[in-house]
């Protein structure tokens, strides 16, 4: 079985870098479709995919995120949790005087 993927595998790489793929896209190519087939078989549970593809879950939910390839995947299966900065979190002001004279 080992022969015929690498038979297969020589195949797909020949036709890829005579239609001037680089490798960079092939590698991104194949990790998306294999990302998608994982969390399709695994019915978008990302802890059952991570562990399907070996990888910790919150690796693959920055390649959800951040992939070109799987752009939009992630948030067809779930929205994305926004952080609140410190900067956005401030104490409401007081109404009354300034304890500081101008």
Same mark, same amino acid.
């Given at each position: 079985?080992?022969?015929?993927?690498?038979?297969?595998?020589?195949?797909?790489?020949?036709?890829?870098?005579?239609?001037?793929?680089?490798?960079?896209?092939?590698?991104?190519?194949?990790?998306?479709?294999?990302?998608?087939?994982?969390?399709?078989? *695994? %019915?978008?549970?990302?802890?059952?995919? *991570?562990?399907?593809?070996?990888?910790? %879950?919150?690796?693959?939910?920055?390649?959800?995120?951040?992939?070109?390839?799987?752009?939009?995947?992630?948030? *067809?299966?779930?929205?994305?949790?926004? %952080?609140?900065?410190?900067?956005?979190?401030?104490?409401? %002001?007081?109404?009354?005087?300034? *304890?500081?004279?101008?």
């Amino acid at each position: 079985m080992v022969s015929s993927i690498d038979d297969r595998l020589n195949q797909i790489i020949r036709e890829l870098i005579g239609n001037g793929i680089t490798l960079e896209q092939a590698v991104e190519a194949f990790e998306g479709k294999y990302i998608v087939a994982a969390m399709s078989a *695994s %019915r978008g549970n990302v802890t059952q995919a *991570s562990k399907a593809l070996g990888v910790h %879950r919150n690796t693959l939910h920055n390649k959800l995120r951040t992939q070109t390839m799987l752009n939009g995947f992630a948030e *067809s299966i779930r929205p994305v949790r926004r %952080r609140i900065s410190a900067k956005q979190v401030r104490a409401p %002001r007081s109404i009354g005087k300034s *304890s500081r004279s101008r």
